[in-house]
């Protein structure tokens, strides 16, 4: 069963789609959830940074910035396989 633009869809063996509709029973037992708050984690998410102490904030921006600069200089290097 495949979903395309909202509607489910059986694939047949010829590679052709065949529609799929739903019974008044199975609509009734899908469950609804709901729609997700972004204004509201993004929030929660600034409400928890601010509760942190500085030295935290620093430890945490010392350790973004060891990783950043160990990516910056990382060099990929590439070994051919012997044929």
Do not use: H, N
């Not at 620093?58 to 600069?69: A, D, E, N, P, R």
Request: glycine share 4%; hydrophobic share 35%; net charge positive.
């Amino acid at each position: 069963m495949v979903a395309i633009r909202g509607k489910f869809c059986k694939l047949r063996g010829d590679g052709q789609r065949k529609k799929y509709t739903f019974s008044a029973d199975e609509q009734r037992s899908v469950v609804q959830e709901p729609a997700p708050d972004y204004e509201k984690a993004e929030m929660d998410l600034l409400r928890t940074a601010l509760k942190r102490s500085y030295k935290e904030r620093f430890l945490i921006m010392t350790s973004l910035m060891k990783g950043s600069l160990m990516m910056k200089r990382a060099k990929i290097t590439c070994k051919r396989l012997p044929k």
